[in-house]
């Protein structure tokens, strides 16, 4: 099946890390509809030199369109080009290296932690800032 190039997102270069591409192809598929008969967006692998002699990897390059030859003679460049726009809008919006999954559960991780003593806020506030009453108070 031949492929349209539609850019990449994220900063992901490692084989198993593909979370990035994924994040952006559902974001195409929320912005610019749904994707043509005969077409789907996915990712975009290129092989390169292993560290072995010989060896061959592959690591995702992208995300891009394919589509099936026998259905369809080229690829739908308007729609293409929608995505390459949305795409780089999304890629330029986000923060990857905060919501990168291992930057993320590393927060959790450190959020439960046990703590050595949580105090009540002195001045009659709660957590998240509002007045407590007399009424409905925690027990």
Not at 69 to 98: G, M
């Amino acid at each position: 099946m031949p492929w349209a190039r539609i850019g990449h997102c994220g900063h992901s270069t490692t084989a198993g890390d593909t979370f990035e591409f994924q994040l952006g192809i559902q974001y195409l598929k929320l912005v610019c509809g749904e994707v043509p008969k005969g077409c789907e967006l996915g990712i975009m692998c290129e092989e390169f030199d292993g560290m072995e002699v010989g060896e061959i990897v592959e690591l995702p390059s992208g995300v891009g369109l394919s589509w099936d030859s026998t259905k369809i003679s080229n690829a739908p460049w308007e729609y293409v080009s929608r995505c390459q726009t949305a795409l780089s809008i999304f890629h330029e919006a986000v923060d990857w290296f905060a919501i990168h999954p291992e930057a993320v559960n590393e927060k959790i991780r450190k959020s439960a932690e046990p703590r050595d003593e949580l105090q009540e806020p002195e001045d009659g506030t709660t957590d998240d800032g509002e007045v407590e009453s007399g009424r409905n108070r925690p027990v």
